[in-house]
């Protein structure tokens, strides 16, 4: 049987290890989102839904999510144009960004 003060420290050691991941994971995160945008304008290949969302005009959080699920699917995008393959994604809302959008 393992004593009580043992298993006592070994959930107090998982608790800090996993509060340690929580503490690295949001730089990373923030990282990622800074190189996805430069200038101003968002990397359609390295953006992530959040980033997306929140930069284009007309792009919340579902139609976000349908452009990463979309590069994921089919690679890189080639062009800003193609992002009108995206299902939801339409001439007006590219026109409305297209200023904003990179490769």
């Known amino acids: 049987m393992i004593p009580i003060r043992s298993f006592v420290f070994v959930r107090f050691v998982a608790l800090l290890l996993s509060c340690a991941a929580c503490l690295v994971s949001p730089s990373i995160v923030h990282a990622e989102a800074e190189a996805a945008v ?5 990397n359609i290949n390295k953006a992530n839904a959040e980033v997306l ?4 005009d007309g792009v919340g959080e579902k139609k976000a999510q349908a452009i990463v699920a979309y590069r994921e699917q089919h690679g890189e995008f080639l062009s800003v144009e193609q ?3 995206v299902k939801g994604i339409g001439e007006a809302t590219l026109a409305k960004n297209k200023a904003k959008l990179t490769l």
Do not use: F, S, T
Request: glycine share 8%; hydrophobic share 60%; charged share 35%.
């Open 83 to 85: 992002l009108v393959e």
């Open 53 to 56: 969302a929140d930069m284009l």
């Open 38 to 42: 430069v200038d101003g304008r968002v």
